[in-house]
C-alpha cells in the first residue's frame, strides 16, 4: 500500500460479496475517494469469485466521508456484517458488533502516525 500527497490506500474485503458490492456501490463517485474492484484470481478448477477485494484511495479530506459510509453500512446490515481493512502491515476487522471501536482504529490507520 501506498502513501503520497495526502492519498491514503487500503485494501478491504468482506466475508460476503453483496457485504463487498454494497461498499463499493455507496463508495463510487464519492470526491476524494476512488475505488477500484479487484478480480480474484481463479485457481485450477475453481469458478473463482467476481471480486476479491476493493482497492480503497482517499484524500486526507475524504476520510471522514469514508467513515461515515462504512459506519452506515454497519447499522444498516447488522451484526453479519463484515469487513477486513489493511493498509501495509496494518489490518483491522471491523464488524456490527464493534463499530465504534473499529471506526476510530480505521480513521487511525487512515491518518497515519
Not at 1 to 6: A, H, K, N, P, Y
Not at 9 to 25: H, P, W
Amino acid at each position: 500500500m501506498s502513501e503520497q500527497g495526502g492519498v491514503g490506500e487500503i485494501e478491504v474485503s468482506a466475508g460476503d460479496f453483496d457485504d463487498l458490492d454494497a461498499l463499493y456501490g455507496k463508495l463510487r463517485g464519492v470526491p476524494g475517494i476512488v475505488v477500484t474492484a479487484v478480480p480474484a484470481p481463479v485457481l485450477r478448477g475453481d469458478q473463482g469469485a467476481l471480486v476479491d477485494v476493493l482497492m480503497v484511495a482517499c484524500t486526507s479530506g475524504a476520510i471522514t466521508a469514508l467513515l461515515q459510509i462504512v459506519n452506515t453500512l454497519l447499522e444498516s446490515r447488522g451484526p453479519g456484517f463484515r469487513l477486513k481493512i489493511r493498509r501495509g502491515k496494518d489490518r483491522l476487522e471491523i464488524t456490527a458488533d464493534d463499530a465504534e471501536e473499529g471506526l476510530a482504529a480505521l480513521k487511525e490507520i487512515l491518518d497515519g502516525p
